[in-house]
């Protein structure tokens, strides 16, 4: 999966961009709004995840000009301190996919992450890959080939994946 991550806190960053390359993903980060605005414009993510309160355009502009002007439909979770439910229902009304208050687990985001990119997809159930008895199960990573596990660098298996889906 393929993510952009619009957030301000770098300590933040650094752990998302530790947690999900070693699972495989690829990441881009911007440090403020403006900035996620424009990556969010210029190119293709499978999701995006969306701090709230941040430098130069809050998380709620971003979302509104993703949705509005710039007319894209990629998944967006927003990932922020404001924990009422009035925050919550103005970020999933204005077009955000899911909402997650900090602090927050890792395994439950890249859950959350995967489910929103599955439907967004239309693949609701079918989260492996296979071709004859090679398996890669897409919501853990893993790659089988018989019963016999097979460990790959998140490079390779990123490859994999392309040459299995093609």
């Not at 952009?4 to 961009?17: K, M, T």
């Not at 990932?79 to 602090?103: H, M």
Request: charged share 30%; aromatic share 4%; glycine share 4%.
């Amino acid at each position: 999966m393929k993510l952009l991550i619009v957030e301000d806190n770098r300590a933040l960053v650094a752990n998302l961009f530790a947690y999900f390359e070693a699972r495989g993903h690829i990441l881009d980060a911007a440090p403020d709004g403006a900035t996620g605005l424009r990556l969010a414009s210029d190119n293709h993510y499978d999701a995006i995840v969306l701090d709230w309160t941040l430098p130069r355009m809050d998380g709620v502009q971003v979302l509104q000009e993703l949705r509005q002007s710039v007319r894209k439909d990629v998944p967006v979770l927003m990932l922020t301190a404001k924990g009422e439910t009035a925050d919550k229902i103005e970020a999933l009304r204005i077009g955000a996919d899911d909402y997650l208050v900090k602090p927050f687990d890792l395994a439950e985001l890249e859950a959350r992450l995967l489910a929103q990119i599955r439907r967004a997809s239309g693949r609701v159930t079918d989260a492996r890959l296979q071709i004859c008895d090679l398996v890669m199960d897409l919501s853990t990573a893993k790659v089988t080939r018989g019963a016999r596990p097979i460990a790959l660098r998140p490079a390779t298996r990123r490859l994999l994946e392309v040459l299995m889906r093609a």
